[in-house]
């Protein structure tokens, strides 16, 4: 008994001894930690701030950054990012419209106000990264990429079966080809700008005049083949269009490598700064120029230059209905009274030139409208700035010089822009950022010359453009450059005009105006510094470069080496591979050079002959200029060949050790291996129940996400279609930060109740839609295509169930211009009566309805309607619920045709896709 006890007080002295040295252990850890962590704040704040200087040069500067709140922040990293819902794989934040449904915000949708940019909370930020469309495969290459994409790439043929008889888009097999027509040049582009210029009388037909027309303003671009033709002619035009009903125009255009921009003539200015433009040009952009006094023409006017140009074809032009000739007749006298005057008519084109002085402003008759704008007011204050509708006036130079006094392209490019005097700068002083830019551009691509080859990048954005020295430095390669300049600091975006170059204005706190995957190379010089200053987060610049980068795409960071280190730490969060390491001659500042490479998801219990573009699920990122050892680049960028991927060749799981793209390499060489063993796959629950993105809270740590060796996630199924219908969603399963319950997908407001008790009564009508969509929790049916037994069918063409808006004997309101006020119901096409029940219609049905209000002629006739609108909620297939505020319908003939020949205010989806007429004389379709 003695031997036991004293084995019982060994065994407790033991593990005594074993607590006090764990506690001993922690406690010296925390101690040594804390010491580490102030150290390394000290060492930031010891920091002195550069990228003040607008120059390119690397000397420093001695004034200390007073802002270090942000410093301690850098201390706590993300192990991981999630990856958003495969759904979302085209957002943009900024843009986005269920955004701007959820958040129930008041726009004028006749104002456009729903295309221009709102921009979501910090809490309701994405904090995912961007997944690629299934089958996505790596870009064809520039030059056969004006004439073709790949139709995985950018899975939207709506335009090709829209504008089929006018030639903007052929789908062949897995390609979509591009002819190069338009609503107005049927032919081809390139024998319309021709014929520009044959009515300008430029020589040899060719519109940039000998160098002297440079810079084009696109409105209403569609895929931009008009600005893809001019690239030849050594004029870059900025293609202008919003992400309305034409699916992705945009997106096709820099898919295709040509300059282009997401935004709108709506409330706010476009922005570009005064007189940047010696062309504008509408090709049946569908603008009403007429509105408001005329303000969207006083925009373009603000941006041209003196004795620019602007090309307008349009039925107005030349038609005789009653319509055309009198909008044709008052936008000829409000031209005439902004001092425009017709250079040239023939056929179907009109173009007009502004003045080259203000001599006829000032020879107007007092209160002529529009006004000459305020003499304190800036035209070059873009940023988030209301139109106005006035003339802006020329500066004393170019009144004096009667022009902009531009030097022709490509000598423009080089030569010191006028107005470089009004920031102070000397000629000395931007002949010497342009050469200090054209060496760092010629170092930049020698490091990047055996990654690289010779037409891999097209698309490029230099994020901190300044006067775009950068952009000039590249005026030898095949390549086009978006220039970025902040709104806060000095406003040289017009310098960069000056220069034959293009531009936008646009704070990096904020999404920017483009789809995922749309550049190839990023230029960061000092952003992380600017944006940090500003109190604003690093983490999410980092992702949005994520999401606008192309696969294969290239990052380049300059900025002050703590900056450029505490970015390495989301490397490995953000599936990039540090590949590079030198020392610079500053020991300050810091480059940052990055290759991002395709990122899939795989869902490891499932199929696994998923296909992406490029074998492999990590971005790769060299770094060239930070103190530190040098590592080599990984063995795969040996058997890289990016000429290799034009082919469109795609690798799936199965055979990917079998088939790679780059050469002998198989997947699994090509993945990094994992740090920790794979978890358990688990399904978590949604902190929001509309099946959206995850969002940023500010209560959660990054580092609190749960962490993951890989992007290879499994995907929730969509709540709102059927996967086993569709084949891809058998392949992919879409992954959410945070999963909704199987089936779940709802609103996450206190609204939702409601709209699941309306939905008690559901619509089912056919056509060819992709299977049905209920205002309930259900999955999606195939519909057939016969009318119910119940009488509920209607004459719609979309495989959904809608809710009934409106049943007969309900009155709406006309929306078109034939005279009539208010709409009747009578009858609803296609759909019998039922005892005790009143047949209904929604958005697309024709109904037969009596004239209520309006002209005498019409009144009490029986005529056939579209409805247009509803009020009543309803559900479309992507979850999002939608209505208007108003009931409204459009009096149409037996086939669908119009009797009128405008409508007032947009209309649904829903009622755009069943009847073509309709939606081409609509202003918006939502």
């Avoid at 081809?188 to 519109?207: E, H, P, Q, R, T």
């Avoid at 000598?411 to 700068?425: E, I």
Wanted: glycine share 8%.
């Amino acid at each position: 008994m003695r031997g036991r006890s004293d084995g019982g007080q060994k065994k407790r002295l033991i593990a005594s001894i074993c607590v006090v040295a764990l506690f001993l252990c922690f406690l010296y850890m925390y101690y040594d930690s804390s010491s580490q962590g102030a150290s390394a704040l000290e060492y930031g704040r010891s920091l002195r701030k550069l990228g003040s200087s607008y120059l390119g040069g690397d000397d420093d500067d001695t004034k200390q950054d007073g802002s270090v709140s942000n410093e301690e922040d850098s201390l706590v990293v993300a192990k991981s990012f999630p990856v958003c819902d495969d759904r979302h794989s085209e957002i943009i934040p900024c843009l986005d419209r269920n955004f701007i449904y959820q958040m129930r915000l008041k726009l004028d949708l006749s104002l456009m106000e729903h295309y221009e940019r709102h921009c979501p909370p910090p809490e309701r930020k994405f904090n995912c990264l961007i997944p690629p469309p299934s089958g996505y495969k790596v870009p064809i290459k520039w030059p056969k990429s004006r004439d073709e994409v790949w139709q995985a790439n950018i899975p939207h043929t709506h335009l090709a079966k829209e504008k089929s008889d006018q030639n903007w888009m052929v789908v062949k097999g897995d390609k979509i080809n591009f002819p190069g027509g338009g609503t107005h040049f049927h032919y081809g582009a390139d024998k319309y700008i021709a014929s520009i210029a044959n009515m300008l009388n430029f020589s040899n037909d060719v519109l940039n005049d000998q160098g002297r027309l440079r810079t084009v303003l696109d409105v209403g671009c569609g895929v931009a083949s008009f600005g893809a033709y001019l690239l030849s002619s050594d004029i870059i035009a900025m293609s202008l269009a919003p992400n309305d009903v034409h699916q992705n125009q945009i997106q096709f255009a820099l898919e295709r490598g040509i300059p282009a921009y997401l935004g709108v003539l709506g409330t706010k200015r476009l922005p570009y700064p005064s007189r940047s433009f010696e062309l504008a040009h509408c090709s049946r952009c569908r603008i009403d120029w007429l509105q408001r006094d005329g303000i969207l023409l006083l925009e373009l006017d603000r941006v041209l230059r003196p004795g620019g140009y602007f090309a307008y074809s349009s039925p107005e032009a030349y038609a005789q209905d009653e319509d055309s000739l009198r909008i044709w007749k008052e936008m000829s006298t409000l031209v005439e009274r902004m001092c425009w005057r017709i250079a040239a008519k023939r056929n179907q084109t009109v173009v007009w030139q502004k003045p080259l002085s203000n001599d006829c402003y000032l020879e107007r008759e007092a209160g002529t409208q529009p006004p000459l704008c305020r003499s304190d007011a800036d035209p070059d204050a873009v940023y988030g700035v209301s139109m106005e509708a006035c003339i802006t006036p020329y500066s004393k130079h170019d009144h004096k010089t009667k022009g902009s006094g531009l030097a022709p392209w490509p000598a423009r490019m080089t030569s010191p822009p006028p107005r470089l005097a009004d920031f102070g700068y000397s000629t000395h002083t931007f002949e010497k950022d342009t050469e200090l830019w054209k060496q760092q551009v010629d170092s930049y691509w020698n490091l990047m010359s055996s990654k690289i080859k010779a037409n891999t990048v097209r698309n490029i954005m230099d994020m901190k453009a300044h006067m775009g020295s950068f952009a000039a430095a590249l005026k030898d390669k095949d390549v086009w450059v978006m220039n970025v300049v902040s709104p806060y600091g000095p406003n040289t975006l017009k310098l960069i005009y000056d220069r034959g170059l293009i531009g936008t204005n646009h704070n990096w706190c904020e999404a920017f105006s483009t789809y995922p995957r749309t550049y190839d190379l990023l230029h960061a010089w000092t952003v992380f510094s600017d944006i940090k200053s500003k109190g604003c987060s690093v983490e999410d610049l980092l992702l949005e470069m994520d999401r606008i980068l192309r696969p294969t795409g290239l990052i380049i960071i300059r900025d002050k080496e703590s900056i450029v280190e505490s970015i390495k730490k989301y490397m490995k969060a953000l599936h990039w591979e540090v590949v590079a390491l030198e020392k610079m001659s500053t020991s300050v500042k810091g480059f940052l050079k990055g290759l991002r490479h395709i990122t899939q998801i795989f869902d490891e219990g499932k199929d696994h002959d998923i296909q992406i573009g490029f074998p492999t699920d990590v971005k790769h990122v060299a770094h060239i200029g930070s103190d530190g050892p040098a590592s080599n680049a990984p063995s795969w960028m040996n058997d890289f060949n990016p000429q290799g991927n034009e082919n469109g060749q795609v690798v799936s799981r199965r055979d990917a050790n079998n088939n790679p793209i780059g050469g002998g390499v198989g997947l699994q060489e090509l993945l990094p291996p994992p740090d920790k063993p794979k978890h358990k796959k688990t399904r978590r629950k949604s902190e929001s129940q509309n099946g959206s993105p995850p969002r940023r809270n500010s209560n959660v740590l990054p580092s609190e996400m749960v962490p993951r060796p890989s992007r290879r996630h499994h995907r929730s199924r969509h709540a709102s279609l059927d996967s086993s219908n569709d084949p891809s969603l058998r392949r992919r399963r879409v992954v959410v930060s945070v999963n909704d319950e199987e089936g779940s997908n709802q609103l996450s407001d206190s609204s939702s109740a409601s709209h699941r008790k309306s939905s008690s009564r559901h619509r089912k009508v056919k056509g060819s839609g992709g299977g049905e969509v209920s205002m309930k929790k259900t999955k999606a049916k195939q519909e057939k295509s016969t009318v119910q037994s119940d009488g509920r069918g209607g004459t719609s063409g979309n495989k959904f169930r809608m809710s009934l808006g409106l049943p007969v004997a309900a009155t709406v309101n006309c929306a078109d211009n034939t005279g009539a006020k208010n709409l009747y119901i009578i009858s609803v096409k296609g759909i019998k009566g039922r005892l005790n029940r009143l047949p209904s219609a929604c958005v697309g049905d024709m109904v037969m309805a009596t004239v209520k209000k309006g002209k005498p002629d019409l009144r009490k006739k029986v005529l056939p309607a579209v409805i247009v609108r509803q009020r009543k909620p309803w559900r479309r297939k992507d979850g999002v619920f939608m209505y208007f505020e108003d009931n409204a319908g459009v009096i149409v003939n037996p086939k669908g045709e119009m009797k009128g020949s405008a409508i007032t205010g947009p209309i649904g989806k829903e009622c755009a896709d069943l009847w073509p007429r309709i939606a081409s004389a609509a202003n918006a379709i939502v």
